[in-house]
């Protein structure tokens, strides 16, 4: 019953390095979504998608680009790092529209 | 523009007391109005959620105050206890707009035994 996991948990990148975050859930939910938290800000909204093969930009996808190439999975790549990006990344699921989330638990990021 | 707004941003509260954290919002689209509770270094955890269609929902000590009149909704938490230590974040969405949602900037609560 592993809901929604996100790999890796903790990762230091220099500036201008790249990488993908990896989210997988095994709820068969329809909808995911990343969110970056920030203190002070909240939870802010990246990217989603709606089903396998859509991807549609959230409040702030500046430097960031996903695929859902598969239903369980929901790739967020940072194509070349900076230090704004410093966060900790949430992905999310949900069964459908009107449904609450669930969370993965987290990917801190470091960009020095 | 900080779509849903959350207050206060700390809250210390003694043991069996009641928590209330408040939101506000602007677009009347919104139709769903979920609580997660989060731990430091976990995810955010559904609480409770509500519906514009009822005034109140409650389950066990937490319940959800809504005002479709003057936009806002409230958590109330009562007989707080140390474990309810946590950061709060109201959140808000629309079917209409994909199932996003719209976080509050959070509150931290911290219950004094």
């Known amino acids: 019953n592993a809901g929604v996991t996100q790999t890796p948990k903790f990762r230091v990148l220099k500036t201008g390095q790249s990488m993908t975050l990896l989210c997988a859930q095994d709820?068969?939910?329809?909808?995911m979504y990343w969110y970056r938290q920030d203190p002070g800000m909240g939870l802010r909204l990246i990217h989603y998608?709606?089903?396998?093969?859509?991807?549609a930009k959230g409040e702030v996808p500046d430097g960031y680009n996903v695929s859902r190439l598969k239903k369980q999975n929901f790739l967020l790549g940072l194509e070349s790092a900076a230090p704004s990006q410093t966060s900790v990344y949430f992905c999310?699921?949900?069964?459908?529209?009107?449904?609450?989330?669930?969370f993965g638990s987290g990917t801190r990021l470091t960009v020095v | 523009q900080q779509q849903v707004k959350q207050s206060p941003q700390s809250l210390i509260v003694q043991k069996g007391g009641i928590s209330i954290i408040n939101c506000a919002y602007e677009?009347?689209?919104?139709?769903?109005f979920p609580w997660y509770q989060q731990f430091p270094g976990k995810g955010p955890a559904l609480l409770i959620a509500?519906?514009?269609?009822?005034s109140e929902k409650k389950e066990g000590r937490f319940t959800i105050s809504f005002n479709k009149s003057a936009k806002q909704f409230s958590l109330h938490i009562m007989d707080s206890q140390p474990g309810d230590s946590a950061t709060y974040f109201c959140?808000?969405?629309?079917?209409?707009?994909?199932?996003?949602?719209?976080f509050g900037t959070g509150t931290s609560l911290t219950v004094i035994p």
């Open positions: 999310a699921s949900s069964l459908a529209g009107g449904y609450g989330y669930t």
């Open positions: 709820m068969n939910h329809e909808y």
């Open positions: 998608s709606v089903g396998e093969g859509t991807t």
């Open positions: 677009n009347t689209a919104f139709d769903y």
């Open positions: 509500i519906r514009p269609d009822v």
């Open positions: 959140a808000a969405s629309s079917m209409e707009s994909g199932n996003q949602f719209y």
